[in-house]
């Protein structure tokens, strides 16, 4: 079977502050063959700004989508939003002829046009689909069978349901799964689901930080040793903004944030070192003295 | 009809009468000139190239700035309302 190939699509958030989570994808991926092509040219996927324009989301988005049916490969995120507002683009534009028309109008004067030939996945999708939870299980070097971690799934991996299909949104078990496989046990907590607060941030720190705090306090409240997330901006919520919520709200956490593909690759056996572990602002010592 | 969809849409006619929160107008601001949401500082590149990450792609910022323009996002930036 020949290896899946993907256009690795960053997005901005990544580059600009997470740059442990890509260095942890880009090693899982070459342990499970995942051949990972740099995208030729890069711009924002467009969701920071539907709420001020559609269209120009629309445009940001089908120029991604265009680049990629030019080099004839499918994308791969690491962003859930970007992935969610690559996939409900995609989608649209393949089934609405009207506004693939108007869409494709636009393109035409930067040399562009939209097709309708490629797919789009989260990295956590493509791991499932092409590779499977066996065989990221065989590639487990050190199983994590002492750490105790839950699960955040954000918000735009699991919906709009009919643009995403990748679980039940209100009953989702996944993640649950992937962590699984690599030894770690997955503790529930309360208000799993809920939403980290971070697409407000910009108009307002109370509510999300608030909204942070209290999904940190159910976390200590299940007695859990980390928090595994897939989405990089609700990763900055819980880590990068900690320490900021423990001081307003007069109250100690430290509770360490990793990236799923993180997890998985300690399992596999790279050092936090390898990992650029240290980036966190939640210190993972604690953990790492265990493995 | 999704609910966020008339949220959007609600949002976007604001847009039009020229009500948008500041971060909205520095990150439309920032997409248009460089063609992502934030401007990466320079010692981040450097960390890059530290951790062994490869070189980012090339910004598409000159084909953004024009579709900016023809799909009237630009002149909507301009407006502004107190």
Known sequence: MPEPTYLLYLGCVIPYRVLSYEISARKVAGKLGIKLVEMPEFNCCGLPLDPVSHEMMLVLSAQNLCLAEQKGLN?????????????????????????RDKVNGYLKEVDMQFKGTIDVKHFIQVLLEDVGIEKIRNSIQKPLSSLKVAEHYGCHILRP?????????ESPTVLK?????TGAKCLDYMNELECCGAPIIGVNDKIPLQLARDKLTH?????????ITICPSCYTMFDVNQPRI????????????????????LAMGFSPKDLALDEHRVKLNGIIERL | MEFANVLRVLRNMAVK?????????????NIVKGASAYEIPELRLKKREELGLPPLPKFAGERVNKLAEIVGFTKLMEKKRD
């Not at chain 2, 009468?17 to 601001?29: A, L, N, Q």
Request: with cysteine; proline share 5%.
């Open chain 1, 75 to 99: 994308i791969m995120t690491l962003c859930p939003g970007c992935n969610g507002t690559l996939r409900k683009v995609n989608k649209t534009l393949k089934e609405d002829k009207a506004l």
């Open chain 1, 177 to 181: 799964r992937l962590i699984e496989a």
């Open chain 1, 161 to 169: 349901r009919d643009y995403m299909g990748l679980d039940n949104p």
């Open chain 1, 219 to 227: 976390l200590k409240e299940a007695g859990v040793e980390a928090l």
């Open chain 1, 246 to 265: 423990e001081r307003l709200f007069n109250e100690q956490f430290g509770i360490p944030v990793l990236h799923y593909s993180e997890l998985l690759a």
């Open chain 2, 17 to 29: 009468e020229g009500f948008i929160p500041t971060v909205f107008r520095e990150i439309g601001s």
